[in-house]
């Protein structure tokens, strides 16, 4: 049970740099939805609503009571840039080269390994992230402000993307598409939030069988329990700006975490503690259509990260690009099919190599250890920062952690292992000998199968050799090309000779002097004496191009 303690300083943690002050006046009911993203760092199902008793999380509550409730959503990595990679895309990580965590800001050791500073993903060149769809389409597309995709992102993804992004600052009456990533739960504010006081009390947080009842664990525990309640707090905020805009009944909201929760062998992990994470989708009457429950439902069916990019166009009412390895559950493009299976990798984790990939069901997890030589644990600089971290591993050197809290120190790992979560949440059970689960075991290994064949997996090479192939046997990342203006009369057409870039331009005109880099979609730009025009182009992965510029 968490008793709530309460603090006069709830109030006070509202001082974000995103939180914008100013009023507009409501807008007419938009053509499209809008859609408004608060996704937050490293939590698995921690509301009250996902039934952790006596911890208060009211707006994300209502916002529950008044939408629905999904119940088996999964990340395809237990760590965030990876999953992020395919949120952003709707493709598996795997399967085009952003598998590893991370790859463009490297740690130290991993720099050292690689022998390089950092490198973007060269992601297949018919893959763009989605909000360039949806910017094409009309919206206003804001980021709030982490990125963290794998690679730099070309300047055709955002009409913003900084801590002053905002839906307020778009034209009136543009449909948008805003996202506000909220930090406060991420794994370091369990060290660095430490002088703030807590609002759970230690003494009644619920150890997990993995942990050694201590002061520490049940301190940190506590923490992480105290920093989600002051995000509520926060997406509150953006929910309440909502409401004063009049905007709140012509959009669609969603609430996510981009993995479990930011505790060790936790993050990182693929277990369904470390995958699976809370969803929340509130849609309005207006736009209640296909795969929309009633108010205060729950959704039990399977969804997995690569179904969100394809799912928010869908709900625009965009055509959905074929290259696509996710499926829509909401929307008018929603497919006929339910998901039946999520899949999911590990790999190095900043230095430490590793190679596993997961299938699940929703019950059963099938686990395939590529490199069964090595151990469950590995140390991970960046997690010894966590006060429970460091004493997990001193009780360990010290023989006075049981066997359960053994398990994450395993020397090795079976080639194979089959779990069933339901009767084994902590999946602590390999059930691969089992005769009982032979033919679960036969079913899931011939999905895996099925998987690695069908998207690919880039691991199947070493990292320094999966970067020489996507700069095509260079020392260096290719250069997109610089793009060509075309020109007859006042207008001007632009093209790129290489394949797969996004081009973005910036035309002022007249009084209007942005410099908001828009996406080029093809045909004819009309001039007028005076006008300037600015042209760049990057595929995803690839140095930019130089930038064009021309004057009428």
């Known amino acids: 049970m968490y008793k709530l303690i309460i603090s006069g300083l709830l109030l006070g943690v509202l001082a974000t740099s995103f939180i914008s002050r100013k009023l507009v006046q409501p807008d007419q009911q938009p053509i499209q939805p809008n859609i408004l993203w608060i996704t937050c760092e490293d939590m698995s199902p921690r509301l009250s609503c996902y039934g952790e008793k006596d911890l208060k999380t009211p707006n994300l509550d209502q916002l529950a009571a008044e939408g629905t409730r999904y119940t088996r959503v999964y990340a395809t990595a237990g760590v965030c840039a990876p999953a ?185 992990e693929l277990y369904d503690r470390g995958l699976r994470v809370p969803m929340i989708v509130r849609i309005p009457e207006k736009f209640r259509v296909n795969g929309s429950k009633p108010k205060g439902g729950t959704d039990n069916q399977l969804i997995s990260f690569v179904d969100l990019a394809p799912t928010m166009l869908s709900l625009a009412n965009i055509a959905l690009p074929e290259y696509l390895q996710g499926q829509a559950f909401l929307g008018e493009k929603r497919t006929s099919t339910p998901r039946k299976y999520i899949f999911a990798g590990r790999d190095r984790m900043d230095l430490p190599v590793d190679r596993v990939r997961a299938v699940g069901d929703g019950r059963y997890k099938y686990y395939r250890n590529f490199m069964p030589e090595k151990p469950y644990y590995q140390d991970i600089t960046y997690r010894l920062s966590i006060s429970m971290m460091k004493e997990m591993l001193q009780l360990r050197n010290e023989g006075k952690l049981n066997a359960a809290q053994m398990l994450w120190f395993r020397p090795t790992k079976p080639q194979e292992e089959l779990c069933d979560t339901q009767a084994d949440p902590n999946e602590f059970t390999n059930l691969v000998d089992k005769p009982a689960y032979k033919a679960k075991l036969h079913e899931l290994r011939g999905q895996m199968d099925a998987w690695l064949k069908r998207v690919g997996d880039k691991s199947a090479l070493p990292e320094p050799a999966m970067i020489k192939q996507m700069w095509n046997g260079g020392d260096e990342p290719p250069k997109t090309a610089d793009p060509e203006l075309v020109t007859s009369g006042r207008t001007v057409s632009i093209r790129c000779a290489t394949s797969g870039a996004s081009i973005g331009y910036v035309l002022k005109s007249g009084g209007d002097q942005s410099n908001t880099w828009r996406v080029y979609g093809g045909g004819k730009l009309a001039l007028q004496t005076g006008d300037s025009l600015r042209v760049l182009a990057q595929r995803i992965g690839y140095r930019p191009s130089k930038e064009i510029k021309m004057k009428l």
């Open 84 to 268: 992020r990679s395919s949120i952003i895309t709707g493709m598996y990580p795997t399967s085009i080269g952003t598998q590893h965590m991370r790859t463009v800001q490297l740690t130290p050791e991993a720099s050292q390994y690689l022998k390089m500073k950092g490198y973007s993903a060269v992601i297949p060149e018919a893959v763009r992230c989605f909000p360039e769809y949806l910017r094409k389409a009309g919206y206003y597309c804001t980021n709030n402000d982490k990125q963290d995709y794998q690679f730099l992102p070309p300047v055709t993804v955002w009409d913003e993307s900084s801590k002053k992004a905002h839906w307020r600052n778009r034209q009136a009456g543009k449909p948008f598409f805003s996202v506000f990533n909220l930090m406060i739960t991420h794994e370091s504010q369990l060290w660095s939030r430490e002088n703030e006081p807590l609002l759970v009390r230690p003494e009644d947080v619920t150890i997990p069988t993995y942990y050694a009842d201590t002061k520490t664990v049940r301190h940190d525990i506590a923490r992480h329990l105290s920093n989600v309640i002051r995000m509520d707090s926060i997406a509150g905020t953006l929910i309440r700006q909502l409401k004063e805009d009049g905007l709140y009944d012509n959009t669609i909201i969603f609430f996510f975490s981009d993995h479990g929760d930011g505790l060790p062998f936790v993050k990182r």
